[in-house]
């Protein structure tokens, strides 16, 4: 039985009523339990000569292109070595059938004789000349073989630079550039190509940032003058009961564009490298939203069950915090009147995790995926706006993208979602990096 079930419960697992493609609800006791999702594989009957086939192209995809170069040059040199020895056998081979034999003054022996002698010489030394050649050509062609491992080596290093550049290229190292020096060939124009590619990105998150700066300021300046104005204006006894309504109203309005401009904005902030890399424990950060949401998830009558374990990882804690919260928050307002919230953290799969849990309405498999984009609600709603702004799942996946994580959601059975994100394992954490 799976910890933590309880007899007669619905364990996860056993796919009793649960439709395939979702995740049964958290049995009551058994909070502990990460939901997963388990699609049964169905695999069909083949033929050995398709998985033959199958095999071979599986092992073709995994050689690199140095080997496939290596393997193409010893090829060549196989087929021109063959070539060689055939030619050079057929000419030895004239060459001595074109030789005549003839006896010694004194000597007397039969015609046949010396032709059978004559044929027997030239099938001795055309059999020794075989076989010093193929012995030649196997040891020339292993020779060639190594050589043009390293020929090729020596041709790729440029295109591994390339890769090595590209591979630590990130927003804030967009100012480096390749740079490559030698003959003016294929590989100098794709490396210089690649150069001016940068210089363009460079200029554009440039501009992108700046953007985000300015726009804090200017979005942000007048939404506040106008929340300042408008609660001055309820504050005043002499208002009349209609006035107080539209200041409400747009008072209402004018907040949900604050948290609009903020969530935009922190959407930016996270979708850059991160600036800050510290030892952060998600169980600790779970600990710390849920504090936060109390009074707003004690309002709503909803049921909080959670299971809040040690999760190390490294990242920016704000970023972490913002993420967590963000999951809270969307379980909290697409969420059924009685209904519950579940907030695991731990290791999960060998992974630092933080999984949420919460009942709601039915949401289809297939519109899982765009929950994620900015300004996407359930059953693609983009009008509804009292519950949000429809950032939440999409700074949840930018700030996951940041730390190199993964985050996975799946369809809960009789409505809701189950959201789990994983981040990598750092085994390379200091001790002044630990988690506090």
């Not at 690199?64 to 060689?84: E, P, Q, V, W």
């Not at 290093?157 to 090595?164: E, Q």
């Not at 020096?181 to 200029?203: C, H, Q």
């Not at 928050?329 to 999960?348: F, K, M, Q």
Request: aromatic share 6%; no cysteine.
């Amino acid at each position: 039985m799976t910890p933590g079930a309880q007899p007669g419960q619905p364990r996860e697992g056993d796919g009793a009523s649960v439709p395939p493609g979702e995740v049964p609800p958290t049995p009551p006791g058994d909070t502990g339990t990460w939901r997963r999702l388990v699609t049964p594989s169905v695999e069909l009957a083949s033929s050995p000569r398709s998985s033959m086939v199958r095999r071979v192209g599986h092992l073709t995809d995994n050689i690199s292109l140095r080997m496939r170069l290596t393997l193409i040059y010893g090829a060549l040199f196989f087929a021109a070595g063959s070539l060689l020895v055939l030619l050079n056998y057929v000419i030895v081979a004239t060459v001595l059938d074109s030789l005549e034999f003839t006896v010694a003054p004194g000597y007397d022996f039969d015609p046949a004789v010396v032709e059978q002698g004559k044929n027997d010489f030239i099938e001795g030394v055309l059999g020794e000349l075989t076989r010093f050649s193929i012995f030649a050509l196997v040891t020339v062609g292993l020779l060639a073989l190594v050589l043009g491992y390293a020929v090729a080596g020596r041709a790729l290093s440029p295109l591994h630079k390339i890769t090595r550049i590209a591979r630590r290229l990130s927003e804030r190292s967009l100012h480096e550039r390749i740079a490559l020096s030698g003959p003016d060939d294929e590989i100098r124009e794709l490396a210089d190509t690649f150069d001016a590619m940068l210089e363009r990105l460079d200029r554009a998150f440039d501009g992108q940032r700046r953007f985000v700066a300015n726009a804090s300021h200017e979005l942000r300046t007048p939404l506040a003058i106008n929340r300042t104005l408008l609660e001055v204006a309820l504050a005043d006894p002499e208002a009349s009961s209609d006035l107080k309504t539209v200041g409400r109203t747009l008072l209402e309005t004018n907040s949900r564009h604050e948290r609009l401009i903020d969530g935009l904005l922190f959407l930016a902030k996270s979708d850059r490298e991160l600036d800050v890399r510290t030892g952060v424990d998600l169980g600790e950060v779970s600990r710390t939203v849920l504090s936060q949401l109390s009074g707003e998830i004690e309002a709503s009558g909803l049921t909080l069950r959670s299971d809040l374990r040690g999760a190390p990882v490294i990242g920016d804690p704000v970023l972490l915090e913002r993420l967590v919260a963000n999951l809270v928050e969307n379980a909290l307002r697409y969420n059924v009147p009685d209904g519950e919230i579940t907030v695991r953290s731990g290791i999960n799969e060998g992974a630092p995790a933080v999984q949420v849990e919460n009942s709601g309405p039915v949401i289809p498999a297939y519109e899982i995926e765009g929950l994620f984009e900015p300004f996407r609600r359930g059953s693609g709603d983009r009008v509804r706006s009292n519950k949000g702004a429809g950032l939440g799942l999409s700074i949840v996946r930018s700030v996951v993208r940041a730390h190199g994580g993964s985050v996975t959601a799946w369809p809960r059975s009789g409505g809701g979602i189950v959201v789990t994100v994983r981040f990598p394992q750092d085994t390379h954490r200091t001790d002044t990096e630990s988690p506090h």
